[in-house]
C-alpha cells in the first residue's frame, strides 16, 4: 500500500480483546491501522485518529517495545492467502526486525509478532495443542503458516466454459461449489455473486439460495454468474475498488467500475471502518445492556424477596390478638399449673413482640417497595439508552445506590470525584418553548427539584416508570401544542412506550416534593390534571431537532 510504507511506527494501544491499533508516522501526517483477528469480522484497515484507550494492555506494551525505532517498510500478501505480513526494519531496503502476521481466517484469525528469526514474541491468543493438533502457537515457538488453499486460484484468462466445467464437477450446492473449486471466496463473497444473478449487483432481484444444486441453474442464471464472476475479477486485478451497499444492508467493495481517476484504497478502508465502527459499537453496545439488564433483574428479584418476607412478618401481626386470647385462657383457669402459666407468659411475650415489630417492618417495607420501583425505572431508562454515555451513567447510579459493584458492573470502580453537570434532553416545541426530558434518576431529580421555577410543568406517565419531562412554561405562556408534545414526551420515554396511548400526570413543579430518605428522583406530589400521551407522536418532534 503505497499510501502506508513506508511509515514510522509511533504507538501501539489495543482498543478491545481482539483488536490493536498502531500510529505510523510519514512525511504528510499520522496514519492509524487497526488490526482485528475477531472472529466475526477481522480485519486490517487504515482509521480516523481513534480515541486513547487501551495502551497499558500486556500486547499493546509488547508492541509498543519491540517496534519502537522500527518502520512500517513492507505489507505482503501472497495471492488469495488470508494472511497479510507487516514487515519492520530501521530503514526501506534493510532485513526486517519484526514481523507483524495477521490471519484473516474468521473463527481461526489471530495476530502474531514475530522476531528476526520469526519466533512468536506475542499472538493475539495462544493456540493449544487441544485446540489444534497440526498447528498448536504460543510464545516463544516458532511461526509456521496455515495451511494452503484447496481449489485453484481465480484469473480472468479463464474460459466460460472450463470455469462452468470446473464448478459442475461435482453435484455441490451452488456456494460449496464455488468455494471448493476456486481460492478467495468467503461466505460474503458467495452471497454478492449471487445476488439476483444479473449484471448489476445492486439488483433489487432476490437472490438465488446459495443451497441450490448447481446442476439446477438454467441457462440465463449461469450467464448472470459469469458476467457477475468477470466482473469482481476485473475490479481485482485493476484495483479499482468502490464501496457500495446492497439491497441487504451489506456492502461490496466491487460493482459497477469507477471512473479511471475513483477513489483510492484508503478512502474504501475507511469507510470500512466507519461500517465496522458503527456495527461492533452497536453490537457492543447491546451486549453490554444485556449483561447489565440480567444484573439489573437479579437485584430487583433480591429486593421482591425481602419485600415479600416483611409482608409476611407484617401479615402475621394480627395474630397478637390470638396469642394474647390463649394466654388469658389459660390464667382464667381456677388452678392453673406451673407450666400453664410459664406458656401464658410466653404468649404474652410473643404478642408484645409481634405488635412492637410493626414499627420496624413498615419502614423495611417500604424502603424495599421504593428501591423495587427505583429498579424498574432504571430498567426502562437502560432499556431506553443510545450510547455509551447513557450507559455510564446509569451505571454509577446504580453502583451509589446498591453499594456493591459487583452485583451491577465487573469495571474497576472510577476515582471519586465532583460529578458533572447532568446533561438532559432538551428539546423545543413549535412555539420554541423549552423541554427537559431525564434519561435517569441523576438528571430527573436535577430538572424536577433543582432547576425547576415557578409556573414549570411537570410531566409523568401514571403509575408507570419513567422519564421525568419539564416543560419551561416559566419562560413563556405555555399553548395547547406545548402542554400536548411534553405529554407525548413523556409517553414516550416511559415503560409504556409501546402503546397506543398512555395516561400522563400534569402538575405544577411546585408541587413536588421529595421523599425523605428515598433514592434520587423520587418525588411525590398531591393532585395534577390526567393528560393522554401518544409515543409515536414524539418522534416527530425528536426527529425535527
Known amino acids: 500500500m503505497p499510501v502506508l510504507v513506508p511509515a514510522r511506527f509511533e ?62 517498510v513492507a505489507i505482503h500478501q501472497e495471492g488469495w492467502e488470508r494472511v497479510v505480513t507487516l514487515d519492520f526494519a530501521q530503514r526501506p531496503g534493510e532485513a526486517p526486525q519484526k514481523r507483524l502476521v495477521l490471519e484473516l481466517m474468521g473463527r481461526h484469525s489471530n495476530l502474531f509478532l514475530l522476531d528476526g528469526t520469526d519466533r512468536v514474541v506475542a499472538l493475539g491468543h495462544q493456540v493449544r495443542p487441544g485446540q489444534s493438533r497440526q498447528r498448536p502457537i504460543g510464545t516463544g515457538t516458532a511461526y509456521g503458516p496455515p495451511p494452503a488453499l484447496a481449489g485453484e486460484p481465480p484469473g480472468l484468462e479463464e474460459t466460460e466454459t472450463s470455469w462452468r466445467r470446473r464448478l459442475q464437477l461435482l453435484p455441490l450446492p451452488l456456494a460449496k461449489a464455488l468455494r471448493d473449486a476456486y481460492q478467495g471466496i468467503s461466505p460474503a463473497l458467495a452471497r454478492q455473486l449471487t445476488w439476483g444473478l444479473c449484471p448489476d449487483p445492486h439488483s433489487t432481484c432476490a437472490p438465488v439460495p446459495l443451497e441450490q444444486p448447481v446442476g439446477s441453474l438454467t441457462p440465463g442464471e449461469w450467464e448472470g454468474l459469469w458476467q457477475r464472476w468477470r466482473q469482481w475479477l476485473t475490479v481485482v486485478q485493476t484495483q479499482q475498488y468502490a464501496l457500495h451497499w446492497n439491497p441487504d444492508g451489506s456492502f461490496t467493495c466491487w460493482g459497477t467500475l469507477p471512473s479511471p481517476d475513483g477513489p483510492e484504497a484508503l478512502p474504501i478502508n475507511r469507510g470500512l471502518a466507519t461500517y465496522y465502527t458503527r456495527e461492533l459499537g452497536q453490537r457492543q453496545l447491546e451486549q453490554r445492556r444485556q449483561n447489565l439488564r440480567h444484573r439489573l433483574q437479579a437485584a430487583t428479584a433480591r429486593e421482591q424477596q425481602q419485600a415479600e418476607q416483611q409482608a409476611e412478618r407484617l401479615a402475621a401481626v394480627p395474630g397478637s390478638t390470638r396469642l394474647q386470647r390463649q394466654a388469658d385462657g389459660l390464667l382464667s383457669q381456677p388452678n392453673p399449673s406451673r407450666d400453664q402459666i410459664d406458656r401464658a407468659q410466653a404468649l404474652y411475650r410473643q404478642a408484645r413482640k409481634l405488635r412492637r415489630s410493626v414499627a420496624a417492618i413498615e419502614p423495611r417495607l417500604a424502603w424495599h417497595l421504593q428501591r423495587i420501583s427505583w429498579l424498574e425505572a432504571s430498567l426502562t431508562f437502560l432499556d431506553q439508552a443510545e450510547d455509551w454515555a447513557g450507559l455510564g451513567a446509569l451505571e454509577e447510579e446504580w453502583v451509589e445506590l446498591l453499594g456493591r459493584r459487583s452485583e451491577i458492573s465487573s469495571r474497576r470502580r472510577p476515582r471519586r470525584g465532583a460529578p458533572g453537570v447532568p446533561t438532559p434532553l432538551e428539546l423545543r416545541t413549535a412555539t420554541g418553548l423549552r423541554v427537559q ?43 395547547e401544542g406545548d402542554l400536548q408534545a411534553a405529554t407525548d414526551l413523556a409517553a414516550h420515554y416511559s415503560r409504556a412506550r409501546g402503546n397506543v396511548r398512555v395516561p400522563v400526570v400534569m402538575v405544577p413543579t411546585e408541587a413536588l416534593q421529595r421523599i425523605p430518605g428515598a433514592a434520587e428522583g423520587t418525588v ?22
Not at 469480522?41 to 482509521?47: H, Y
Not at 430527573?444 to 416508570?465: K, V
Open 437 to 479: 426530558v431525564g434519561r435517569n434518576h441523576r438528571q430527573n431529580a436535577w430538572i424536577s427539584l433543582r432547576q425547576a421555577r415557578r409556573g414549570d410543568l411537570w410531566f409523568h406517565a401514571q403509575e408507570c416508570p419513567g422519564s421525568h419531562v419539564v416543560l419551561k412554561a416559566s419562560e413563556q405562556p405555555a399553548e
Open 11 to 72: 504507538k501501539a494501544q489495543q482498543s478491545d480483546p481482539h483488536t490493536v491499533q498502531l500510529a505510523l508516522r510519514r512525511l504528510n501526517g499520522c496514519q492509524w491501522l487497526e488490526l482485528s483477528w475477531l472472529a466475526e469480522a477481522p480485519r486490517l484497515l487504515a482509521i480516523p485518529p481513534p480515541p486513547r484507550q487501551g495502551e497499558g494492555s500486556t500486547l499493546a506494551q509488547q508492541l509498543q517495545h519491540s517496534l519502537r525505532g522500527l518502520a512500517l
Open 524 to 545: 411525590r406530589h398531591q393532585g395534577g390534571e390526567i393528560r393522554w400521551g401518544e409515543p409515536g407522536r414524539a418522534l416527530s418532534l425528536l426527529e425535527a431537532q
